[in-house]
């Protein structure tokens, strides 16, 4: 818990950071101004929530809580749950990421945002692939 | 696969919630398992036989299309 809400800490202040950042030093530079702005407001949300939800979940945590949390948690079917949703996720994202990587390329959008949608696709095959390979030997 | 856990559940005057308390899993879980809905693993089936006193197959009705 302590290493959570240092992790969040430490994202709350990066976030901040990269933001003054954007706004007092890379002025001139667009992408490095869009870039930590980006960032910046990405990781301030996403730290800022954790931590409310960090001491939201303090201030209702109960051994009664906490066992019926670890229920849920080990429960086969939502596990099970869990794993459908992550791989139709997966199968859904997919083709769209193509769909918008040859929209891309096609539109002649810059040659960066082409390819890293293309980084994208080539990632979530080689790790579907791996995974398949990976859990092919283990189960 | 078709299962007799709300007959047997109701017999030994248990709700859903206790036979979930008793197996470790979600009152969902026993909701879904009546309702036929949610096929368990081996592990739960068996611990299912187990807090019934009865096998597995008196459990779980398995038909001709779950044979080999």
């Known amino acids: 818990m302590k290493k959570d809400i240092l992790i969040s800490v430490c994202g709350l202040a990066v976030g901040i950071i990269l933001i003054l950042l954007a706004v007092f ?11 930590c702005y980006g960032l910046g407001a990405a990781l ?7 931590l409310v939800g960090a001491s ?7 051994p ?10 080990h429960d086969e079917r939502n596990i099970r749950i869990r794993e459908r949703a992550g791989w139709n996720a997966v199968r859904i994202f997919t083709p769209v990421l193509c769909a918008f990587t040859l929209v891309s390329a096609l539109a002649g959008a810059e040659v960066y945002v082409t390819f890293a949608a293309c980084g994208l696709v080539i990632l979530i095959t080689a790790l579907t692939i791996g995974s398949q390979i990976y859990y092919d030997k283990r189960l | ?15 859903q919630a206790e036979l979930a308390e008793i197996i470790s899993v979600s009152s969902r879980t026993i909701i879904s398992l009546e309702k036929g809905q949610y096929n368990p693993s081996v592990l739960l089936a068996h611990k299912l036989s187990l807090v019934f006193k009865c096998p597995i197959e008196e459990v779980f009705l398995f038909g001709d299309e779950d044979g080999i």
């Open chain 1, 25 to 35: 030093v890379f002025t001139g530079s667009n992408t490095l101004n869009g870039a």
């Open chain 1, 44 to 50: 301030l949300v996403l730290s800022a929530g954790n």
């Open chain 1, 56 to 62: 939201v979940k303090k201030a209702v945590e109960t």
């Open chain 1, 64 to 73: 009664e809580v906490l066992k019926i949390q670890a229920v849920e948690e």
């Open chain 2, 1 to 15: 696969m078709e299962n007799r856990i709300k007959e047997l559940r109701a017999a030994r005057g248990m709700t």
